[in-house]
């Protein structure tokens, strides 16, 4: 967003993106917000996040989980699941041996039988390890929100109640932050969304 300082008027953010359009970027709406309403939606939120930080931080931990985790998989269900493929693939690789050994043994004399036998078996050891590969990406993602959430616990202890933005805080907490567009709900309510994205947890609030 662009600064815009009016003479005699309050300085105020408009959308880069609604005065022309830059190459892969869709033009947006001419929307803006004043600067002191932006650095009150900002401090405001900051501010909640550390009062519910000092009254209780593993209850603020935990909160903080819970929110950025409850469209994830479950990871007790993860590890249950990755168990019994483990148990799968070694029941299958022991049985694809063992037709091997059974069919140069000469105790499978049928060639075609013996095909179809190891081909059914390898299918399914290729879709377990395809499954198995599949959930531990989603453990690892999983797990990464949990350090992501203690990173972002960390920063929140360098402060206790701020009073204005200024580089360090916005530096040290803030990633991004979105600034809707107002929206009339009646003639005397007018709502403008400020969304806050956090350093290593994104959106919380």
């Known amino acids: 967003m662009w600064i815009s300082s009016p003479p005699n008027k309050s300085i105020f953010y408009v959308c880069a993106n609604s005065r022309g359009r830059k190459a892969g970027v869709e033009r947006c709406t001419t929307h803006n917000i004043p600067l002191d309403n932006l650095n009150a939606a900002v401090i405001a939120d900051i501010n909640s996040m550390l009062v519910a930080y000092s009254r209780d931080t593993e209850q603020f931990r935990d909160n903080?989980?819970?929110?950025?985790t409850e469209k994830l998989p479950d990871v007790s269900q993860i590890n249950f699941e990755l168990s019994e493929l483990e148990k799968m693939l070694e029941r299958e690789t022991k049985k694809y041996s063992k037709l091997y050994d059974d069919?140069?043994?000469?105790?499978?004399?049928?060639?075609?039988?013996?095909?179809?036998?190891?081909?059914?078996?390898?299918?399914?050891?290729?879709?377990?390890?395809a499954r198995k590969e599949q959930l531990e990406a989603?453990?690892?993602?999983?797990?990464?929100?949990?350090?992501?959430?203690?990173?972002?616990?960390?920063?929140?202890?360098?402060?206790?109640?701020?009073?204005?933005?200024?580089?360090?805080?916005?530096?040290?907490?803030?990633?991004?932050?979105?600034?809707?567009?107002?929206?009339?709900?009646?003639?005397?309510?007018?709502?403008?969304?400020?969304?806050?994205?956090?350093?290593?947890?994104?959106q919380v609030s």
């Open 64 to 68: 903080l989980i819970c929110k950025i």
């Open 103 to 129: 069919y140069y043994d000469g105790i499978i004399k049928n060639a075609m039988l013996f095909e179809r036998m190891s081909n059914e078996c390898n299918s399914r050891i290729e879709s377990y390890t």
């Open 138 to 202: 989603e453990l690892k993602a999983t797990t990464e929100h949990y350090t992501n959430v203690d990173k972002f616990v960390g920063l929140m202890r360098r402060f206790t109640k701020i009073e204005t933005v200024n580089k360090e805080i916005l530096n040290t907490l803030v990633d991004k932050i979105e600034v809707c567009e107002r929206e009339i709900v009646t003639p005397d309510d007018i709502v403008q969304n400020v969304r806050i994205k956090y350093k290593f947890i994104s």
